[in-house]
């Protein structure tokens, strides 16, 4: 009887061992596929780039600049940047100090990523250079001596 007891726990340990041999193997095998399936879907890509343009928008978390603009077809480009990991600020001191027509160059990683409704773009600006401020608005005498030379001359 004693034989018979000793017999059922031996195979119930080996039967216990197997049953956790095969959900260890199974659960490492479905992290492998896993892991591989977000890879493939989810390659990335990040790439460092530089643009300049002329501001044309700032908020409390991100900056507009416009890099290119055509005066015929009245068409501009413009970008939308993030700057929550803004790292520099050359020839200012901080962020309030640049305004909306001023100049700048920002240095700015672009990461592509792969999912399965296609790709996605996020960029997230690094280095903000201002160039050179606005330029100044003419004055409204400016604009009214121009106008009364201009009724002048066609009178």
Known sequence: MKTKILYQE??????LFICMVALLLNIGL????RAENEIAAGKKNIASKEIQGIVSGIG???ISIVYKS???SGTADEILL???????????QNIKQINVGDTVSVQY???????EKGPTVSRK?????????????PLETDVLEDETAAAAVLN
């Open 10 to 15: 031996i195979k119930m340990k080996n039967l």
């Open 30 to 33: 479905n992290a492998s596929v």
């Open 60 to 62: 409390y978390g991100s």
């Open 70 to 72: 055509d005066a015929k």
């Open 82 to 92: 993030p700057l929550d990991e803004l790292e520099e600020i050359i020839h200012k």
């Open 109 to 115: 990683n672009e990461t592509t990523q792969e999912t």
């Open 125 to 137: 600006a690094k280095v903000l250079n201002f160039i050179k401020p606005a330029a100044p608005l």
